[in-house]
C-alpha cells in the first residue's frame, strides 16, 4: 500500500513488475501512517489532515470503520503482534486503543517527543525512540523505562528491527547507531559524512539487512552484523528517495518512493531500479 494526495493505492508485486490493483478513498488527504494487520487482509490508515484513522479491507477495497477522530496529526502508527493494540503517535503524545472495539485504552507518558513506536516480539514492551533517547514502556501497566539518551546529536530517522529486540537510529552526521533493548549496547555503523544525513532506515521484515538512504539520493544495504555494506545503489532519476518498504514475504524486493511521487523498486530482471508507476 501506499498513499498519495488524493487517497491510498494497493500493489501487487510480480515477478517483473509492479501492478496497483485497487485505490481507497475516504482521508481529507495524504496519510501519513499505513499499517497492516497480521491477516494481510485489514490496513489501518492514519490521515494527516482530518485527524482520521481508519480500517480497510483490502480484499473488498471497502472502508471497514473509523477508528476515531482526532484534533492533530496521527504521525506514526504501531499495531501489536496479536493485533490486538494499535498504537498511534499525535504530536509528542501516544495513545493506545483496543481492537477490535477501538475503544480509548490509555495515553503513555514520556519525558521525550517520540519519533516512532513498536511493539517487542511478544508483545509484552512497546519501545519509543525520540527526539533525546530510546525507551521502553510495559504495556499492562504503561510504566516508563528510559534505556538511552542522548540530546547532543540530532536524529533524523529510526527503524525497528523484525523481533524488535534492536532499533536503528540515523543522525545528521549519516552515522546510523544500532541500539540493543537486551543487552544496553550500542553500535556504530558507518563514518560522519558532513552535509549527508540519513534521511531513512527501513529493515528487511524477514532477514537482518537494512536498507539505509541518505540525503544525496545515495541507498546503502547494511548487515546487521557489521558495519560493511552489502550493495550500494544510487537513486537519481526521481531525485531523493522519499521512502522506504520492503516485500514482506521474501524481502526480494525494495519498494522506493521518489520526491515527484514515483513508485519504484529494485532489484529488477537486469539487478537495477524499475519504475512502478
Known amino acids: 500500500a501506499s498513499t498519495a494526495s488524493d487517497g491510498l493505492r494497493l500493489w501487487k508485486l510480480g515477478d517483473a513488475e509492479g501492478e496497483m490493483v485497487g485505490f481507497l478513498e475516504g482521508h481529507g488527504g495524504p496519510a501519513e501512517s499505513l499499517v497492516f494487520a497480521p491477516d494481510g487482509v485489514t490496513l489501518f490508515s492514519g490521515g494527516t489532515t482530518d485527524g482520521t484513522v481508519r480500517a480497510w479491507d483490502v480484499d473488498s477495497r471497502s472502508e471497514t470503520g473509523i477508528v476515531d477522530q482526532f484534533s492533530m496529526r496521527v504521525l506514526s502508527s504501531a499495531l501489536s503482534p496479536d493485533g490486538k493494540m494499535l498504537v498511534h503517535r499525535l504530536g509528542g503524545e501516544v495513545q493506545m486503543w483496543s481492537l477490535p472495539e477501538g475503544t480509548f485504552s490509555r495515553v503513555l507518558d514520556a519525558a521525550w517527543g517520540n519519533y516512532l513506536t513498536g511493539f517487542s516480539q511478544d508483545g509484552t514492551y512497546l519501545a519509543s525512540v525520540g527526539s533525546m533517547g530510546i525507551g521502553k514502556?510495559?504495556?499492562?501497566?504503561?510504566?516508563?523505562?528510559?534505556?538511552?539518551?542522548?540530546?547532543?546529536?540530532?536524529?533524523?530517522?529510526?527503524?525497528?528491527?523484525?523481533?524488535?529486540?534492536?532499533?536503528?537510529?540515523?543522525?545528521?552526521?549519516?552515522?546510523?547507531?544500532?541500539?540493543?533493548?537486551?543487552?544496553?549496547?550500542?553500535?556504530?555503523?558507518?563514518?560522519?559524512?558532513?552535509?549527508?544525513?540519513?534521511?531513512?532506515?527501513?529493515?528487511?521484515?524477514?532477514?537482518?539487512?537494512?536498507?539505509?538512504?541518505?540525503?544525496?539520493?545515495?541507498?546503502?544495504?547494511?548487515?546487521?552484523?557489521?558495519?560493511e555494506p552489502k550493495e550500494e545503489f544510487s537513486f537519481t532519476a526521481a531525485g531523493s528517495i522519499h521512502g522506504l518498504a520492503y516485500e514482506p514475504v521474501y524481502c526480494d524486493k525494495l519498494l522506493l518512493s521518489g520526491d515527484d511521487g514515483r513508485l519504484s523498486y529494485l532489484p529488477d530482471d537486469t539487478g537495477g531500479i524499475a519504475d512502478l508507476s
Open 137 to 227: 514502556w510495559l504495556v499492562s501497566t504503561g510504566s516508563w523505562f528510559p534505556t538511552y539518551w542522548d540530546n547532543t546529536e540530532e536524529m533524523t530517522t529510526q527503524a525497528f528491527n523484525p523481533v524488535f529486540d534492536k532499533v536503528a537510529v540515523g543522525f545528521a552526521d549519516g552515522v546510523i547507531r544500532i541500539y540493543d533493548f537486551q543487552s544496553n549496547l550500542l553500535e556504530t555503523w558507518g563514518t560522519a559524512q558532513s552535509g549527508n544525513a540519513v534521511r531513512l532506515l527501513e529493515y528487511c521484515p524477514r532477514s537482518y539487512y537494512l536498507a539505509a538512504s541518505y540525503d544525496d539520493g545515495s541507498l546503502v544495504i547494511w548487515k546487521e552484523t557489521g558495519g
